[in-house]
C-alpha cells in the first residue's frame, strides 16, 4: 500500500520560514517524480514545485527564488524549504508521486497535505 505522508506544517509569520518533509512508502521512490501542490480557501490545486527522478526541477513563478524542492532518495523524502513566506503563501501543501513518462505512466499518488498559515 502507497502512503505519502507530510509533516512540518504549522503557523508562521510573513518573511518566516517552514520546511515540508513528504515520506513515501510502498512504494520504489527514486524512479518516480515529485510534487508539491498547494490548495487555498475557495481556490483551484496549484503546482508550486516538481523534481523529477533525475532531480531536474521546476517551480511557479510566484515561489521563484523563495521556496527550495529537493529530494533525498536515501530516506524516500521530498523536501519544500520555504523562505520569505508571505500571506498569500497560506494553504494547505499535497505531496505528489507520479510517473511522467515510461512503462509507469499512470502512477499518481498523493498526500492528504499539511496546513501551513503565513500571518501575524
Known amino acids: 500500500q502507497v502512503q505519502l505522508v507530510e509533516s512540518g506544517g504549522g503557523l508562521v509569520p510573513p518573511g518566516g520560514s517552514l520546511r515540508l518533509s513528504c515520506v513515501a512508502s510502498?512504494?520504489?521512490?527514486?524512479?518516480?517524480?515529485m510534487g508539491w501542490y498547494r490548495q487555498a480557501p475557495e481556490q483551484q490545486r496549484e503546482l508550486v514545485a516538481t523534481i523529477t527522478s533525475r532531480s531536474s526541477i521546476d517551480y511557479a513563478d510566484s515561489v521563484k527564488g523563495r521556496f527550495t524542492i529537493s529530494r533525498d532518495n536515501s530516506k524516500n523524502t521530498v523536501y519544500l524549504e520555504m523562505n520569505n513566506l508571505k500571506p498569500e503563501d497560506t494553504a494547505v501543501y499535497y505531496c505528489?508521486?507520479?510517473?511522467?513518462?515510461?512503462?509507469?505512466?499512470?502512477?499518481?499518488?498523493w498526500g492528504k497535505g499539511a496546513l501551513v498559515t503565513v500571518s501575524s
Open positions: 505528489r508521486l507520479y510517473a511522467d513518462y515510461g512503462p509507469n505512466y499512470g502512477v499518481d499518488y
Open positions: 510502498g512504494i520504489v521512490f527514486d524512479i518516480y517524480a
